[in-house]
C-alpha cells in the first residue's frame, strides 16, 4: 500500500502550475528586495552628501528692528 501511495504521489503533476506561481513569485520578491535595498542606499547617499555640504552653514541672527 504504502508503495503503491508513493508512486501515485511522485507520477502526479496536478501541482506543478502552483510551484511555478510559487517560483515566480519567490523570484519577484527577491527581484523587490534587491530593488528596494538599492533605491535605499541611493537616498541614503544623496541625504549625506547633502548633509555633509551644510557643515559650515549657522543660523544668521534673527533681524533687528529699528523703531
Do not use: H
Request: proline share 6%.
Amino acid at each position: 500500500m504504502t508503495k503503491g501511495l508513493l508512486t501515485r504521489l511522485l507520477r502526479d503533476t496536478s501541482g506543478g502550475a502552483i510551484m511555478e506561481y510559487a517560483l515566480v513569485l519567490a523570484l519577484f520578491a527577491l527581484a523587490c528586495s534587491a530593488a528596494f535595498l538599492n533605491i535605499a542606499q541611493n537616498a541614503n547617499t544623496a541625504y549625506n552628501a547633502g548633509t555633509t555640504g551644510m557643515t559650515g552653514v549657522q543660523q544668521s541672527p534673527p533681524p533687528t528692528v529699528v523703531p
